[in-house]
T-cell receptor, first 112, second 113 residues
Framework: KQEVTQIPAALSVPEGENLVLNCSFT??????LQWFRQDPGKGLTSLLL?????REQTSGRLNASLDKSSGRSTLYIAASQPGDSATYLC???????????FGSGTRLSIRP | EAGVAQSPRYKIIEKRQSVAFWCNPI?????LYWYQQILGQGPKLLIQ????????DSQLPKDRFSAERLKGVDSTLKIQPAKLEDSAVYLC???????????FGPGTRLTVL
């Protein structure tokens, strides 16, 4: 069974710290992996999409990496800010036609 | 560019009642998805459309849930009759064909009493 796991479920850090969020998946034959942000009561906002042929993607203070051999992806957030507080979800797609499988998310809180 | 639109934003019903949700995807997006997100969990795909054809509905409880996408544009998701465990946020998303990112609407929060 294909599963996506995100640990920890919640994380609180002081403002200004660099941090890493983890995502692990059971099947290394992935098609792409996407990181999302979800604010309370809101839909999901796409942050970064990594294709299976790529190792990482960057957008501003965010960097996502993909290691298929170990079944892991990480989202690195540099110089965290209170506005980064949200739930971060990773989602994996196993083929162009397959459904996306989401992790349950990491709830991030940045303390001023 | 307008995003994915959903309505209503909130709905409260009693169990055994019926409810319908509407989604209008981003213009030009052939693929449309409906997800169910229970509190504290990641979204779970209910149904995926490619234009107006169903690609995947393996996790749709077909005895009570139905969905359609007429003319390959907007879509409706219906629950009839609702159960307490259907309380969740229902998210609609759309994407272009191929390995492209999904864009999500704001969701409809359903409470079944």
């Amino acid at each position: 069974k294909q599963e996506v796991t995100q640990i920890p479920a919640a994380l609180s850090v002081p403002e200004g710290e660099n941090l890493v969020l983890n995502c692990s998946f059971t099947d290394s034959a992935i098609y792409n992996l996407q990181w999302f942000r979800q604010d309370p009561g809101k839909g999901l906002t796409s942050l970064l999409l990594i294709q299976s042929s790529q190792r990482e993607q960057t957008s501003g203070r965010l960097n996502a990496s993909l290691d298929k051999s170990s079944g892991r992806s990480t989202l690195y957030i540099a110089a965290s800010q209170p506005g980064d507080s949200a739930t971060y979800l990773c989602a994996e797609k196993y083929s162009s036609a397959s459904k996306i499988i989401f992790g349950s998310g990491t709830r991030l809180s940045i303390r001023p | 560019e307008a995003g994915v639109a959903q309505s209503p934003r909130y709905k409260i019903i009693e169990k055994r009642q019926s409810v319908a949700f509407w989604c209008n995807p981003i213009s030009g997006h052939a693929t449309l998805y409906w997800y169910q997100q229970i509190l504290g969990q990641g979204p779970k795909l209910l149904i995926q459309f490619q234009n107006n054809g169903v690609v995947d509905d393996s996790q749709l409880p077909k005895d009570r849930f139905s969905a359609e996408r007429l003319k390959g544009v907007d879509s409706t998701l219906k629950i009839q009759p609702a159960k307490l465990e259907d309380s969740a946020v229902y998210l609609c998303a759309s994407s272009l064909d191929g390995p492209y990112e999904q864009f999500f609407g704001p969701g409809t929060r359903l409470t079944v009493l």
